[in-house]
Structures are given as structure tokens and as C-alpha cells.
């Protein structure tokens, strides 16, 4: 008998012609054992807990929750995880649209390389299904990794949640989320590193629509800066502020949410080295022009295939004058 997958999709204001896209997606996976597990959270769009109630009578493998109050996207996926029962889990967004083998080969995979994690490359689309970038991972300049005990999964959040499969241990180590848990797909990465480990499925499985709603997670560092620029100035000192923010917001509460889970996975080596990461991005926000050890960058964030993303946060982390003037003229 095949194993049974639970799939978590988390709705709030989507779309129609979206949702119904990936719905349809997933209801025609190749790999039919599956429970679509959908929580709406408190959607003011009356339409969309429609549209959720026709699918779930025409299709019994859909199970429907609505939330009475807005949780939160972090919050409601916390809840969607309390509810599976089944081995094997995977995220799903509700706006992308899934090839037809993504279940079946991620799960493959899961079990063949006997990892807790698998996670695989996506094609960036917009609003109008257009191809932005046939390579998700490549776009980023994302790992392709695979093993375990890697610090890399501390100090990095490496895969989007809708790539990720995993197994009951991982979500078993999760729940319940932390108070400072802001990336619930990072900590699943950070976990099943520590447990029997991760592997990258270097193909891509599914389109990852990027529009309005969504759009940090998709954005380069380009943008990222000039949106920043519009609202804040361009100033040193505004700099500095964005400077600060990324430092703290992105990598430091990175690490400090994963060090909240590492206590539950005992491994005394690892924690020492977690540590230095912390002290390491702590340092580094002292320093306002420069921050000589740069060794510690390749020590605890370099990976193979990073590309120029690697001389960008060198310059954030360590050369703030002159990622300044970078900044300024961008």
C-alpha cells in the first residue's frame, strides 16, 4: 500500500483563478495517496471559503478548516501542521501551480536517499503564468546540497517551504513553533539537518508565482535596495539602518529561532559552532566601516555556487563604507 503524504495549504484573500490553479495542480498529482489539508485564515473574501467548500464535495481527499480569527501566516501553518497524521508532509503555497510528478518524485527521492528532507528547483513565473526565471535556485544563488550536520543549515535558510517534502520526525521536533519563529520552513530544514539530514532535487517541480502579495521572497537584493531608498532616503545614515535591519531581521533572527530547536537535538560540537555564527553576526553589527575577519564569512556562509551574492553580503557584513557607495548609486 502506498505511504499517505499530507499536503498543508494555507489560504488568506487568494486570488480565485490562482487557487483554483494549484488545487487543480495537486488533486492531479500522479501520486494519488494524499490529504489536502487547507486552513483559511479568516479570509474577509467570501468567494474563496466558496470556492474551498466546492472543492472539498467534489474530492474527499480535501480536509477544510476556517479559522474564526486571523492568525497570521506563520501561525496558521502551525495549525495546519497540527493537524497531519501522515508520514510524509509537504508545504504548499496557495498561488503556484505543481507539476503533475512533484509528490511522487519528492517522496521517491525522500525514501531513496533516506534523508528527512528533500527539496527541489521551481520556475519563477508572475502574475501571468510568464516565465521570469527557468531556475529558481540559480536565480538566488541557492545550494544544491545534500547531507547532514551541516552549518550551512544554521546560518542560511536555503529552500522555500512549497519545494520542501519532509518526514513525521521533523514535525514531531517542530511543534510547537517558538515565539520567534519567522521562517517555519527554515526550521524544518535546520531540524531534519540534525536528524538523518536534507537532499536537493536538482529539477524543477513546480512554478513559484511571484506577484504583489508575495514578492519579498522573490525580489533580488537590487530591488530590495531601491524600494528601501524610496522610503528611507538615501543617506549613510539611512544605510546604516538598512544595514542593521538586514543583520538582525534576516541572519541573526535566523539563528537565534534555529538555536531555540538545537536543545531538542543534542549535539555539543554543532552548538559550539552555532554560537560563534551568533557572535559572528553580533560582531559584525558593531562595526559601522569595516569588519576585518572576513575568514569568518567562508567559515560559516560561503557555499559552492553562491555567484555574486557571496561579494554582496562580504560587502554588508564587513565593508559598510563602501557598500554604501554601492548603495548609492544603485
Same mark, same amino acid.
Not at 524544518?188 to 536538482?202: F, V, W
Not at 569595516?290 to 554582496?312: A, C, D, E, H
Given at each position: ?9 494555507t ?5 480565485? *483563478? ?9 488533486l ?12 483559511d ?12 467548500k ?10 477544510l ?38 509528490i ?48 550551512l ?9 512549497c ?40 529539477k524543477?517541480?513546480? *512554478? ?17 535596495m ?59 553589527q ?27 553580503e ?17
Open positions: 500500500m502506498e505511504d499517505k503524504v499530507d499536503i498543508l495549504l489560504t488568506y484573500n487568494t486570488k480565485i *483563478e490562482y487557487l483554483k490553479m494549484q488545487i487543480d495542480s495537486i492531479n498529482q500522479t501520486y494519488k495517496n494524499f490529504t489536502l489539508i487547507i486552513s485564515d479568516c479570509s474577509p473574501n467570501k468567494e474563496v471559503r466558496t470556492v474551498l466546492e472543492y472539498e464535495q467534489k474530492d474527499d481527499r480535501i480536509k478548516y476556517f479559522q474564526e480569527k486571523n492568525l497570521g501566516y506563520t501561525k496558521n501553518f502551525e495549525f495546519a501542521l497540527t493537524k497531519s497524521t501522515a508520514e510524509y508532509i509537504a508545504f504548499s503555497d496557495h498561488d503556484d501551480i505543481w507539476y503533475d510528478n512533484k511522487e518524485e519528492s517522496l521517491k527521492i525522500l525514501k531513496e536517499k533516506d534523508v528527512d528532507l528533500v527539496y527541489c528547483d521551481a520556475k519563477q513565473i508572475d502574475e501571468n503564468g510568464k516565465v521570469l526565471h527557468e531556475s529558481y535556485l540559480r536565480y538566488k544563488n541557492m545550494p544544491v546540497i545534500s547531507g547532514k550536520d551541516l552549518i543549515l544554521f546560518s542560511r535558510h536555503i529552500a522555500i517551504g519545494s520542501q517534502m519532509f518526514t513525521r520526525d521533523v514535525k514531531e521536533k517542530i511543534l510547537p513553533f517558538t515565539e520567534n519563529t519567522m521562517a517555519h520552513d527554515w526550521n524544518t530544514e535546520y531540524i531534519a539537518n540534525r536528524l538523518k539530514g536534507i537532499y536537493c532535487i536538482d524543477v517541480l513546480f *512554478e513559484y508565482r511571484l506577484h504583489g502579495n508575495n514578492a519579498f521572497g522573490g525580489r533580488s537584493f537590487k530591488q530590495n531601491k524600494i528601501w531608498k524610496e522610503e528611507n532616503g538615501n543617506s549613510y545614515k539611512s544605510y546604516l539602518k538598512y544595514r542593521n535591519r538586514v543583520i538582525t531581521d534576516t541572519y541573526l533572527a535566523g539563528v537565534l529561532m534555529c538555536k531555540e530547536y538545537s536543545l531538542k537535538i543534542e549535539n555539543n560540537k554543532l552548538q559550539k559552532q552555532e554560537n560563534e555564527v551568533i557572535e559572528y553576526f553580533k560582531e559584525s558593531k562595526h559601522n566601516i569595516i569588519y576585518f575577519p572576513v575568514y569568518k564569512y567562508f567559515k560559516y556562509l560561503n557555499f559552492k555556487g553562491i555567484g555574486k551574492r557571496k561579494y554582496k562580504i560587502m554588508i557584513l564587513h565593508f559598510s563604507l563602501i557598500s554604501y557607495i554601492i548603495f548609492a548609486l544603485i
